[in-house]
């Protein structure tokens, strides 16, 4: 179901590349991050070549989301972190590194080395009121 013939997610639906699966079904497939964060660090992809959130199709994603919450309960079940860090980054300006939508689904304890943070002084001065609003107005207003 996979599209193009460099790419390293696509080789690894295909079975050209070995990766150990959580599960699979004809939209997507969960498997084993091979150069984990931490143990029970999982990668979720469509099967179809989508580069990331800006292009996959609609009713794709729909799915893939009833997938992610599936697998993130897994993990959490299976390995019973304080919680699970899901993300996706979308181009490289977000540090997206192989261009393939993929969700990683990461256990993660309170007090870990690996997270995602937020600058310091991130809370030290909060945004103005009228920039929100021309800022939401605008992005409400792109057609898509």
């Given at each position: 179901?996979?599209?193009?013939?460099?790419?390293?997610?696509?080789?690894?639906i295909?079975?050209?590349?070995?990766?150990?699966?959580v599960?699979?079904?004809?939209?997507?497939?969960?498997?084993?991050?091979?150069?984990?964060?931490r143990?029970?660090?999982?990668?979720l992809?469509?099967?179809?070549h989508?580069?990331?959130?800006?292009d996959?199709?609609?009713?794709?994603?729909a799915?893939?989301?009833?997938?992610?919450?599936?697998?993130?309960?897994?993990?959490?079940?299976?390995?019973?972190?304080?919680?699970?860090l899901?993300?996706?980054?979308?181009?490289?300006?977000?540090?997206?590194?192989?261009?393939?939508?993929?969700?990683?689904?990461?256990?993660?304890?309170?007090?870990?080395?690996?997270?995602?943070?937020?600058?310091?002084?991130y809370?030290e001065?909060?945004?103005?009121?009228?920039?929100?609003?021309f800022?939401?107005r605008?992005i409400?207003s792109?057609?898509?």
């Open positions: 179901m996979s599209g193009q013939s460099d790419c390293t997610f696509c080789k690894i295909r079975g050209e590349i070995p990766s150990t699966r599960f699979e079904d004809d939209i997507c497939i969960a498997f084993m991050d091979i150069f984990p964060v143990n029970g660090h999982c990668l992809i469509p099967k179809m989508y580069e990331n959130l800006f996959v199709d609609l009713s794709v994603l799915h893939m989301s009833k997938r992610l919450a599936e697998l993130v309960r897994r993990v959490k079940s299976a390995l019973n972190p304080d919680g699970v899901t993300a996706a980054a979308n181009g490289a300006g977000a540090g997206q590194e192989v261009p393939h939508l993929h969700f990683h689904v990461i256990p993660r304890n309170k007090g870990d080395a690996f997270g995602f943070r937020f600058p310091d002084d809370r001065k909060m945004a103005d009121k009228k920039e929100l609003e800022t939401a605008l409400a792109v057609d898509i």
